[in-house]
């Protein structure tokens, strides 16, 4: 893969991040609460107006008084820039690539969100869901090689499985994600939608078994599990394209 590709698309995934650093900010909040749209410190609008407040943002504190405003410094730019390099190292491209990189794109911003406040919002999780599938689409319409009717019926499939599981704790922003996940998936084959799902499940574990080893977490707390499920599509995907 040429380096020149792969740098295109880090900057790409610069701009991606940077781009959805405000929609983390304002639904990185509990579950019930008002979208954020100011510094909880002094009430300055976040982002401040214009490419200097966008530039600004990026610093995760209020340009006013300096307070810790928004994600992390740099954390969302850097995680779908990442993230973009890697699909490009991997060959990536066309249709499917299109709709691998707008789960990574979604994801990102997910999986901070879910990590900071264990929630998935509506917001993120249904244009990631709908983004997909209408660029799966074009992949079949394009004739690229994959089955859009065995993605539809994978994402029907994960999707119900992760309904059923909601009686043992699985979030319902998981279950309005799964789509995305399925239909990624089985675009490839019901094997690789097997084994993606459990890639999910298997990583969420042994993250979990980690954290439990150095005593981070007890063995009742609640993991995010959005992240885990949406690096396992994207590993499966990637390396069955």
Known sequence: MPVVTIVVAL??????????????????VPRGEPARTACTSCST??????????????????????????????????????????????????????????LAACGAALSIIDLKVHRLPDVLTLPASIGTILLLAGAALAGEPGSFL?????????????????????????????????ALLGWSSWTVAVRGVFAGFLLASAVGFLLLLIRRVSARSHLAFGPHMIIGALVLCAAST
């Open 45 to 102: 609008h976040y982002p401040a107006p214009g490419l200097r407040g966008r530039l600004q943002a990026v610093t995760g504190r209020c340009p006013a008084c300096g307070a810790k405003t928004g994600p992390p410094a740099g954390l969302p730019e850097a995680l779908t820039a990442a993230a973009f390099a890697a699909l490009a190292a991997t060959g990536a491209g066309g249709w499917i690539g299109a709709a691998q990189y707008w």
């Open 11 to 28: 900057l790409a995934g610069l701009a991606a991040g940077a781009a959805a650093r405000p929609l983390i900010f304002a639904r990185a």
């Open 150 to 182: 065995r993605a539809l019926a994978a994402a029907g499939v994960v999707t119900a499985a992760y309904l059923v599981l909601v009686v043992t704790g699985m979030g319902m922003g998981d279950v309005k994600l799964a789509p995305a996940i399925g």
